[in-house]
């Protein structure tokens, strides 16, 4: 009964109500954490978790989020070439990986942009039968539509925070306004889109948290996400404490029951300080897990976006969770 009153309350969106849930722990969160599994299991995935296979392809990055240490750590630039994309994903691919998540900070620079079409239309040659996501910023509609021509399929766009006064706060060379014409550009062209905010920024309240699932649960998004914030030793907000995770759980598991037929990562900012963080997170509702053994060992040092020390999960720690909360892994699921 306290289950379904917890989604009853969700799925209409009661503000009063939803701002209770974000702070449930103990017994409470227990019963959202399970409403949230019973609604992941009645969805077209049921009980099975997406698998992806991350390569960073590099961390020179136009933008000046505040809470973002990539480009700002005096590491030095990097952008791999073609050939070490594609000898990586045969590297991956020959582990049975069929979902290749190709990320990179934000740089619209057109020879960037052609080497990764160039990418994704050898992956979809080589791999018929795999899947290419994109997070790369913001780029001009011809960069977009020509991502999506070469074969890939997905793009994540996260907006972080949909209020625009806190917007412009944390990420003052972006706007609010500008990131989602970029979301409805990309979803014009036809990609499936992620998008999503981060739990725990600095001036956040539980109103901005309620405005980001209105907005998430407005937009016509295939993929739905929810970081939690990470006091990076090198941003900016490198003097702010790390976001709650409680907090963040339950935004996920909200998440879940508002957007059940889509994929919500369960990430490795969960696992930061916290034990079985990821586990949790797939507790929660989530249903999607990232490998990070795709980017060069010499790069990946490099691709320092929240913590130099951050977590890169194999793939058998990863099949390992999913196992322990009785899921089932998969190459993909959209």
Same mark, same amino acid.
């Given at each position: 009964? =306290? ?5 009853? @309350?969700?799925?209409?969106? /009661? &503000? ?18 399970? =409403?949230?599994? !019973? ?24 933008? !000046?989020?505040? $809470?973002?240490?990539?480009? !700002? ?18 590297? #991956? ?24 079409? +160039? ?6 040659? /080589? ?13 001009? +509609? ?6 999506? &021509? ?14 625009? /006064? ?39 309240? #539980?109103?901005?948290?309620? @405005?980001?699932?209105?907005?998430? *649960? !407005? ?6 996400? @929810? ?5 990076? &030793? ?5 003097? $702010? ?5 409680? %907090?963040? %759980? ?12 889509? %994929? ?36 990946? /040092?490099? $691709? =320092?976006? $929240? ?21 089932? =892994?998969? *190459?993909?699921?959209?």
């Amino acid at each position: 009964m =306290a289950e379904q009153k917890i989604i009853e @309350a969700i799925s209409n969106l /009661k &503000e009063d109500k939803i701002k209770e849930i974000l702070l449930y722990k103990g017994k409470e969160q227990e019963f959202l954490f399970e =409403a949230a599994r !019973k609604i992941r299991e009645k969805s077209k995935f049921q009980n099975k978790v997406e698998l992806r296979s991350v390569i960073e392809l590099s961390n020179i990055c136009s933008q !000046k989020c505040r $809470y973002c240490s990539i480009s !700002k750590d005096g590491k030095p630039s990097f952008v791999l070439s073609k050939e070490v994309v594609l000898n990586n994903v045969d590297f #991956l691919a020959k582990k049975g990986r069929r979902t290749f998540l190709l990320q990179s900070g934000e740089n619209s620079n057109q020879k960037f942009v052609d080497d990764v079409a +160039y990418c994704c239309s050898e992956i979809t040659k /080589k791999y018929p039968d795999s899947k290419i996501i994109l997070c790369l910023g913001n780029l001009s +509609y011809e960069q977009y539509r020509l991502l999506k &021509e070469s074969g890939a399929s997905r793009y994540i766009l996260k907006f972080e925070t949909s209020d625009s /006064k806190h917007h412009k706060f944390c990420r003052p060379s972006d706007t609010i306004e500008n990131r989602l014409k970029h979301i409805e550009t990309l979803l014009e062209l036809g990609f499936q889109v992620g998008s999503g905010n981060i739990v725990g920024l600095p001036e956040q309240t #539980l109103d901005n948290l309620i @405005a980001d699932l209105k907005l998430i *649960n !407005k937009l016509e998004l295939s993929m739905v996400s @929810a970081t939690r914030f990470i006091s990076s &030793e090198n941003s900016e907000f490198k003097n $702010y404490s790390n976001g709650d995770i409680d %907090l963040t %759980l339950n935004f996920l598991a909200i998440l879940r029951i508002l957007k059940p037929n889509c %994929l919500i990562p369960s990430t490795t900012s969960l696992a930061i300080n916290k034990n079985q963080g990821q586990i949790n997170g797939l507790m929660a509702g989530c249903n999607t897990i990232t490998i990070h053994d795709g980017t060069p060992e010499e790069f990946e /040092k490099n $691709y =320092a976006i $929240y913590s130099q020390n951050r977590f890169s999960p194999n793939e058998q720690y990863c099949r390992e969770i999913i196992e322990q909360c009785k899921l089932e =892994a998969s *190459n993909y699921l959209i």
